[in-house]
């Protein structure tokens, strides 16, 4: 028997509710993919939602509608998954990283402001930064913010962990300070629609332009062509967009699942409170929470402090059966990011993280007795290790 790190739970209403939609006339661009966009608009408390076949073209499209262009900067943090940065690339646009906290593990506020004030001087400001919420923690979100207006730049806040969080009383992708959120819906986060993805924001020209772009730039809106037409089966191409839609049943599948997020997110937090009171006192940091931030839980990552045990602890637990994994390679160390050959500097405390770090199995379905099972391994670990 195996335990994974995440996994999804499905129940008979999810089921029902993608079932219902194969019965009907409409497997896409029917009325229950705006339901849904309303449903998660509602519940972050954006104005728009814009939901897309995944959080990767949501990046994607959020960055074209802010304007990104090649020769553009976008600076995100090196502790994410690949997408955050490479939706910089699809744009043509460059990309840099700022060092994490060494607490959170999110982007360093220190750290950004003072590549921001380098980058003024040597006229290399960014045009977007992509604060990633890691494991479902907001990041300084005030901070980063008063740091945008200062130096002119965009906010995509990358919430592909976060859906459920909150930051300062206000649940994350209220977009009360950034411009873009994105959530990802795929199977380990804390809600799925198979594959998938959501862009909100509270501003009518940017949600205008990537409902736009996910549909291959093509409008049906007189207002917005060039050459209006009485004909209802006249429709202009006005940008090079994509298809980036999301179906029916994966919308369906969404709009059941948002139905139990907040149990999901109650879940997670019960069984990362009882890994935080039971793995005290080993020789391992156990995620830190700031005060003004309510966490998703994505994920429960500790970081072994001798960095030549974390391997061993991570081929023990893997062994009997314990899927752990690692969050994240930092992605300025990927071979493609090296081949860029960009000059990646400071970004230490990512990389010591990196070495230390160690994902446990945190899902809705994990049992007290799996639970259990992991604890007592890495206590007997850190035992047979003294
Ligand atoms: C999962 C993830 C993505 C990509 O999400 P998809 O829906 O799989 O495209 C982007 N950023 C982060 C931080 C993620 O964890």
Redesign the pocket.
Same mark, same amino acid.
Request: proline share 0%; no cysteine; hydrophobic share 30%.
């Given at each position: 028997m195996t335990i994974p790190y995440g996994k999804q739970n499905i129940n008979e209403a999810d089921i029902e509710s993608v079932i219902s939609v194969l019965r009907s006339d409409w497997l896409t661009c029917g009325e229950i993919v705006p339901k849904f966009e309303q449903a998660i608009a509602n519940y972050v408390g954006s104005e728009y939602a814009v939901a897309v076949n $995944? @959080? +990767?073209s949501a990046?994607h499209i959020a960055c074209l509608s802010l304007g990104l262009k090649p020769g553009d900067w976008v600076w995100t943090s090196p502790n +994410? !998954?690949v @997408? $955050?940065a490479n939706c910089a690339l699809y744009c043509g646009a460059k990309v840099d990283f700022v060092d994490v906290d060494p607490k959170t593990y999110n982007m360093s506020i220190e750290a950004l402001s003072l590549k921001l004030s380098q980058a003024e001087v040597t006229g290399t400001l960014p045009k977007i930064v992509i604060p990633?919420h890691f494991a479902g923690q907001s990041c300084d979100m005030q901070e980063i913010h008063l740091l945008a207006k200062k130096y002119g730049f965009y906010v995509i806040e990358?919430a $592909? &962990?976060a859906i459920g969080g909150s930051y300062k009383n206000n649940k994350i992708g209220g977009c009360q300070y950034s411009d873009i959120a994105i959530f990802? !819906? &795929?199977p380990v986060?804390i809600i799925t629609t198979g594959? *998938? *993805?959501v862009a909100v924001t509270n501003n009518k020209l940017f949600a205008n332009k990537m409902q736009n772009l996910r549909s291959h730039g093509i409008t049906r809106n007189r207002d917005e062509m060039i050459n209006p037409c009485e004909f209802s089966w006249y429709y202009e191409q006005i940008n090079l967009g994509f298809n980036y839609r999301m179906t029916e049943m994966q919308a369906a599948l969404g709009l059941s699942q948002l139905n139990r997020l907040d149990e999901f997110v109650m879940r997670r937090h019960v069984l990362a409170k009882e890994y935080d009171d039971r793995l005290q006192n080993l020789p391992m940091i156990l995620p830190w929470q700031k005060e003004d931030t309510y966490s998703s839980f994505h994920l429960y990552v500790v970081q072994v402090e001798e960095p030549s045990q974390r391997n061993i602890l991570y081929k023990n637990l893997t062994d009997a059966g314990i899927l752990v994994n690692l969050h994240y390679i930092p992605v300025h160390l990927q071979p493609y990011y090296k081949n860029l050959s960009y000059n990646f500097t400071n970004l230490r405390n990512s990389e010591e993280y990196f070495v230390r770090a160690i994902t446990l199995p945190l899902f809705f379905d994990l049992k007290k007795f799996e639970q259990e099972q992991i604890i007592e391994l890495i206590k007997t670990f850190f035992k047979g290790q003294i």
């Open positions: $995944s @959080a +990767t990046l +994410t !998954f @997408a $955050s990633v990358d $592909s &962990h990802s !819906f &795929h986060k594959e *998938g *993805g």
